[in-house]
């Protein structure tokens, strides 16, 4: 431990932090920009300047030991002074169409400029003209927003190991983007939109669908029926200014029913599709010397990086289509057959934590019916916005249920939004179905929780399987190259690509740089997404009773001929 005083506070904290922790670890609240906690700490932006008793100049805290006896002042006119300055600086070459701009009111530069007293910006510079990057499915870049705080080329670099974004240029030229002035669709980006998560500022964010959905919604010859993926109901709220965790599932299904969709589906009853026809995947090779690990295949990004960066485990990916996909398929076959509906009039809507499934709704693998199952995603933030044009009270609306037989779902299908939970889920039914006896305890433990890998044997019948789960694509190369290397071996892998899965997914809403400090987002949502499992009187896949019913009515048995035409698919290198 040291002493240190700071704004005549004298206090002791451990000798492992910044001067920028111990202040706040007393209340004191420094300005920050760039600084992104455990991901980009880096004092570039010297938002955080602070007065140092014995140092000449101003030092930027978030960077700066404590030392014993050390004494900071953080609120002198010199310190107010030159945060000022440099905010000024950094506003004379921004873009300023705060009213038009995608974060408008939820802007880390807005709202700074708001706390430090900005009231004019002396110096008028040169602006940046660059033109927009709209070669993504999933995530728009905007040059002329961006502040250059390396948020972004951090998170990319080195949480998940793609590192398509960096520095280009310098001085007045320098922008970030992809190398040689590539778009992001030109580049092996992943579409996760972990970066836009990490902007502060309106630089980055999801390629918007929200006019082609009004437009199909206003269209009296269409049939438009939404589904909602598990981790929505455990952020939607957070758009309404709800605590973080809160769960929305009622509310939610009951706002989508306002705006004026047909139907309204739960992507969950997919999910406990997945669990049938992955689990007898997965018992299918552990029985016929398949290839082994198995490889989860529901998380679009992580699809992509596979073949971007490991293409030798294609193979390993599970043929199953994710459940948005399989719900899309389904609605544009069996539920346009049982209601005498063409499924060219039926548009299927997705609602998803997530910008890679932008991506994923349009690849040509993914059109069972000869249309595209899924027409158009938008993310949990893009909900939030027609809710707020449609005018919708949405924290007064009253809990309603989502639509049979489409929106019946389990507890199994619901922890699909968390890490761990696509194992946990499969595990539930696959011990069932191998035992033939019910679970004494159905909750999994060891795949809980937020390490980045995870690892656990489990028995099953006469057999241990050995599983592992990684979220993040940096924490799924580390296991990859493990299990390349022979140092690892594994029956079946869960990969999300985001880190937590999706409850902390790049459509999600935005959380600052400064509550992501004192708040643990993924734990958090994760509990949301846990309780209402738990509140759920059926809890394991093959148990939905909607399930049982499609596979007598419709689908025959998981993995029969129907499943594989309509539900699997394969990612060819
Ligand atoms: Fe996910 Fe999935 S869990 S991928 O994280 O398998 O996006 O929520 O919808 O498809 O069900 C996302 C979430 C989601 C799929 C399911
Ligand atoms: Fe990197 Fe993901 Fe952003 Fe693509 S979407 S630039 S992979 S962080």
């Not at 140092?55 to 930027?60: I, K, S, W």
């Amino acid at each position: 431990k040291v002493t240190i005083t700071i704004d005549n506070q004298t206090i002791e904290v451990p000798e492992n932090y910044t001067v920028l922790e111990a202040a706040r670890s007393i209340g004191i609240d420094i300005p920050t920009l760039c600084y992104l906690k455990d991901v980009n700490e880096v004092g570039a932006c010297r938002m955080c300047l602070v007065e140092v008793e014995g140092a000449r100049n101003l030092q930027t805290s978030c960077v700066l030991p404590v030392r014993d006896g050390m004494v900071v002042k953080t609120n002198t006119k010199k310190v107010r002074e030159a945060r000022k300055a440099t905010l000024e600086l950094i506003l004379s070459n921004h873009e300023r169409e705060c009213l038009t701009c995608s974060r408008n009111n939820n802007c880390e530069l807005q709202a700074l400029a708001e706390e430090l007293g900005v009231r004019d910006i002396p110096f008028e510079g040169e602006k940046t003209n660059l033109p927009l990057d709209l070669s993504s499915k999933s995530v728009v870049r905007d040059p002329n927003k961006c502040i250059l705080c390396g948020r972004c080329v951090s998170v990319c670099a080195q949480v998940q190991t793609v590192g398509v974004l960096g520095f280009r240029e310098r001085g007045f030229e320098t922008t970030v983007g992809p190398a040689y002035d590539k778009g992001l669709g030109e580049v092996p980006c992943i579409n996760c939109g972990q970066c836009i998560a990490a902007c502060p500022v309106g630089a980055l964010r999801e390629k918007e669908s929200i006019d082609y959905v009004w437009e199909a919604l206003d269209d009296d010859s269409k049939h438009v029926v939404v589904q909602t993926a598990p981790a929505v109901r455990a952020a939607l709220g957070e758009e309404f200014g709800l605590e973080m965790g809160t769960r929305v599932t009622g509310r939610m299904a009951a706002a989508l029913r306002r705006l004026g969709f047909d139907k309204v589906f739960d992507t969950d009853f997919a999910a406990d599709l997945t669990i049938m026809e992955e689990g007898h995947e997965l018992l299918g090779r552990l029985q016929n010397g398949g290839k082994l690990p198995m490889i989860t295949s529901c998380s679009p990004g992580w699809i992509k990086f596979c073949e971007h960066n490991y293409p030798e485990f294609l193979d390993n990916l599970s043929t199953c289509k994710s459940p948005q996909e399989m719900m899309g398929a389904v609605i544009k076959s069996y539920y346009a057959e049982k209601n005498n509906i063409d499924p060219k009039d039926i548009v299927v809507v997705s609602v998803m934590p997530c910008t890679a499934k932008k991506f994923e709704a349009d690849r040509e693998e993914l059109a069972a019916t000869g249309y595209q199952d899924v027409d158009y995603v938008i993310t949990t933030r893009e909900l939030g916005r027609m809710i707020k044009q449609a005018r919708i009270d949405f924290v007064n609306l009253p809990d309603e249920d989502f639509d049979e037989i489409l929106g019946e779902s389990t507890g199994a299908a619901v922890i699909f939004g968390v890490t761990g939970g696509v194992m946990e889920a499969a595990l539930r039914t696959v011990a069932e179905v191998v035992t033939g006896k019910e679970l004494e305890k159905i909750e999994f433990e060891q795949v809980r929780g937020m390490e980045g890998i995870k690892e656990a044997e489990v028995t099953l019948g006469d057999k241990t399987v050995k599983v592992a789960i990684a979220h993040g694509t940096g924490n799924a190369r580390k296991l990859l190259d493990d299990v390349k290397a022979g140092k690892k071996e594994y029956h079946f892998i869960e990969i999300m690509a985001c880190p937590g899965g999706c409850i902390n997914g790049g459509g999600q809403p935005h959380v600052s740089a400064k509550d992501r400090y004192t708040k643990d987002v993924k734990a958090e949502r994760a509990k949301a997404l846990y309780a209402e499992d738990e509140a759920k009187t059926i809890r394991k896949s093959h148990e939905n009773p909607m399930i049982k019913k499609i596979y007598e009515e419709y689908l025959g048995e998981p993995n029969g001929h129907k499943s594989h035409k309509l539900l699997h698919t394969h990612y060819a290198p």
